[in-house]
């Protein structure tokens, strides 16, 4: 096996028929990553002119929270209706999402829009790694894995790009119109290159916990229901409601009939704290929804340039876990314990740099937030890929694709609760009322103090993800 693996090569995955296939899974990962950016990039502007400010995190939170839902129901999708089916339903449904942000006369109809993109993204997301088993021969899985992952460099790059053009022409709408062409593109790739597939005798075959997500979904909108209000009083019943309710997930999964996690996902000595780190640096590195806008009203910074700083957490992250993945175990020990370290100090260091008025040298001040938001990502790099690893080792024996797609579940509903809980805390803190240059630097220092916490607790709790990998690797 791992002979022919080694075997295979790019001009075999990049070229000819295999290369048409190749960029239309790469393409569902590349529309889903790449609007991101977008978004993040035009948002300030965005706000500037249809209003909805006290909105702002919600665009990310809906988007993120129906990605949850429909990435979840992507195996049930492609044993329904088949691979190429699915993906010209998910790209419709994206596609709808997207004029409807592109017309959007007021907050409301972008956040109907956003929702519809999460749909169609999360979608597209689930399925291109699902069809890579179905449309590649095995020898050519860990090639086109690695390309489908590459996609989220390219948005990086892409992304901030293609909005910050945009925002600083005044035509953010076009942001989202230019995405349409590219969709049709992928459409008629998934028509002509996609095989449709078979469908499956009994839908039923392949079953999805809708219950637990159902109340992931439900406690993300608790929250973010009461992020709108300036009471502190209310914002704590409203996080101390979601969070009750997501408590909800652990009884559905041990007396449900399906389980979104795996025996001991919720155990703190095993599975559970793994679990609990990628959660918390998911929440840590959610600080990038809100850093472009904070850069162009604090800093003077362009729509472009303020998109580009932001993806540098995004790039970090990249660079984290490019320079930390293949260590021996001792060095990948050190790298799990410093990366949630190096997060939290990042975020505090922002804390420091962001609100207050930096020293009037021109355009070369930006040199002083770069450092602290690659850290962010930086450290989130340094100990993700050794967390995801530890996972595939301590997975209960026929529950390792469980729990391998945990890890995007968690992710993805960290995500949306992280953006969520930025809302509420900017909210209270000044982002609305008084709003403006003062409302703005208060809202960033209470944001980026309470959002390092996260890696701060993840730095205690990764000690047991680390003792028990040594563990594991001294009974291997």
């Not at 035509?171 to 469908?199: D, E, M, N, S, Y």
């Not at 162009?296 to 993806?311: C, E, F, N, R, T």
Request: charged share 5%; proline share 5%.
């Amino acid at each position: 096996m791992s002979a022919s693996q080694n075997s295979a090569s790019w001009s075999e995955l990049l070229w000819g028929r295999n290369g048409l296939r190749s960029i239309a899974l790469a393409g569902g990962v590349a529309l889903h990553a790449v609007n991101v950016y977008i978004v993040a990039t035009i948002l300030p502007s965005v706000v500037q002119d249809i209003g909805g400010l006290p909105y702002y995190a919600w665009n990310m939170t809906l988007f993120v929270v129906a990605s949850i839902l429909s990435s979840a129901l992507s195996p049930k999708s492609l044993d329904a209706f088949g691979p190429r089916r699915s993906f010209l339903l998910a790209i419709v449904v994206f596609a709808l999402g997207t004029a409807l942000c592109a017309g959007a006369p007021s907050m409301g109809w972008m956040l109907v829009g956003r929702t519809f993109q999460g749909l169609g993204g999360g979608l597209l997301l689930g399925l291109s790694y699902s069809s890579v088993r179905i449309v590649f021969e095995e020898r050519l899985w860990p090639k086109a894995m690695a390309l489908l992952s590459s996609m989220w460099g390219v948005a990086t790059l892409a992304g901030p790009a293609i909005g910050g053009i945009f925002a600083e022409a005044g035509l953010w709408r076009w942001a989202f119109w230019a995405v349409l062409p590219v969709a049709a593109f992928l459409a008629l790739l998934v028509q002509t290159q996609i095989a449709a597939g078979k469908r499956s005798s009994s839908a039923a075959a392949v079953k999805v916990p809708m219950a637990q997500i159902g109340v992931m979904v439900m406690s993300v909108l608790v929250v973010s229901i009461a992020s709108l209000t300036h009471v502190v009083g209310w914002n704590a019943l409203g996080l101390a409601l979601g969070v009750l309710i997501g408590f909800g997930v652990p009884l559905l999964d041990r007396r449900g009939p399906v389980r979104l996690m795996p025996n001991g996902a919720y155990a703190i000595a095993g599975l559970g704290s793994i679990y609990a780190c990628v959660a918390l640096l998911s929440v840590g590195i959610t600080v990038e929804i809100f850093v472009p806008y904070f850069l162009q009203v604090l800093h003077g910074h362009s729509p472009l340039v303020a998109g580009y700083l932001s993806a540098l957490m995004s790039a970090g992250w990249t660079l984290g876990a490019v320079t930390s993945s293949g260590r021996a175990p001792a060095a990948a020990a050190r790298f799990m314990r410093a990366g949630p370290i190096v997060s939290c100090a990042s975020l505090a260091a922002l804390a420091v740099l962001i609100p207050l008025p930096l020293p009037d040298y021109g355009s070369s001040a930006v040199w002083w937030v770069i450092v602290p938001l690659v850290g962010v990502g930086l450290g989130i790099g340094m100990c993700w890929p050794h967390l995801l690893t530890q996972v595939f080792r301590m997975s209960p024996s026929g529950q390792e694709n469980m729990a391998s797609s945990a890890i995007i579940t968690v992710q993805l509903y960290a995500m949306a609760l992280g953006a969520t809980l930025g809302g509420m805390v900017t909210n209270a803190a000044g982002f609305t009322d008084p709003g403006g240059v003062p409302g703005t630097r208060t809202a960033s220092l209470a944001m980026f103090v309470v959002f390092a916490l996260a890696p701060g607790v993840a730095a205690l709790l990764v000690g047991n993800v680390v003792r028990a990998r040594n563990r594991s690797l001294l009974t291997s």
